[in-house]
């Protein structure tokens, strides 16, 4: 089977770096997704790694390290739009995403 | 909005009620999903449909019955639900060309309450 760990929580103020880390057990898998989710909305996508090694968009950057079974969601410059829920999600082998709990994001003024 | 559309937003049901969620999608995708979406808990896979066809049912109750009249349209059937199916429940939709799930667009979802 598959399962994904990360952080519950994390708090930080305005204009702060924030890492998000995943950490991951399958037996295949063709990549790593993150998904936003504000509160009372739908999920929405970040990014997707299908490679080790980091992707930018924007503030936002992904990393995967599949020797590691790991990988992150970097959030640059937060600002208070950022305060969400982020998940990280194991694109596997049989085309289905197995999802993390989420880490909700708190940012302060 | 993404491009996925579901209804009601919320919904409160007594536990022989039964209701119907659904989903619409205007983005040309051949494959729906329905996820359940639990306080604290990882997003669980409950049902996929690829041009139509049942491709996976995740051991999911028979209280729950999915429809797919369509690639564009897509429903939940519930009766007889327990306190404890009370989550919000989530439609998606993807590509089924190549790696179906690196990219999933997401409804707002349901927000369903049993009492």
């Known amino acids: 089977g598959q399962s994904l760990e990360q952080p519950s929580e994390v708090t930080a103020v305005e204009g702060a770096i924030v890492q998000i880390n995943c950490t991951y057990q399958?037996?295949?898998?063709?990549?790593l997704s993150w998904y936003q989710q504000h509160d009372g909305g739908a999920p929405t996508f970040l990014s997707y790694n299908a490679l080790d090694g980091l992707e930018e968009t924007g503030r936002f950057s992904s990393f995967l390290s599949r020797s590691d079974s790991y990988g992150y969601l970097l959030l640059q410059e937060l600002q208070m739009k950022d305060s969400a829920s982020y998940f990280c999600?194991?694109?596997?082998?049989?085309?289905?995403?197995?999802f993390g709990a989420g880490t909700t994001v708190t940012v302060r003024a | 909005e993404t491009g996925v559309t579901q209804t009601p937003r919320h919904l409160v049901m007594g536990m022989t009620n039964k209701k119907s969620l659904k989903c619409e999608q205007h983005l040309g995708h051949n494959a729906m999903y329905w996820y359940k979406q639990s306080a604290k808990k990882p997003l669980e896979l409950m049902f996929v449909?690829?041009?139509?066809?049942?491709?996976e049912n995740n051991s999911v109750p028979s209280r729950f019955s999915p429809e797919c009249p369509n690639s564009s349209h897509l429903f939940l059937h519930l009766h007889t639900l327990q306190p404890e199916d009370s989550a919000l429940y989530l439609c998606a939709s993807s590509t089924s060309e190549g790696n179906w799930a690196e990219k999933l667009f997401f409804g707002s979802g349901t927000q369903l309450s049993v009492l």
């Open positions: 399958t037996s295949g898998f063709y990549g």
């Open positions: 449909y690829n041009f139509k066809e049942q491709t």
């Open positions: 999600a194991l694109a596997r082998n049989d085309y289905k995403l197995s």
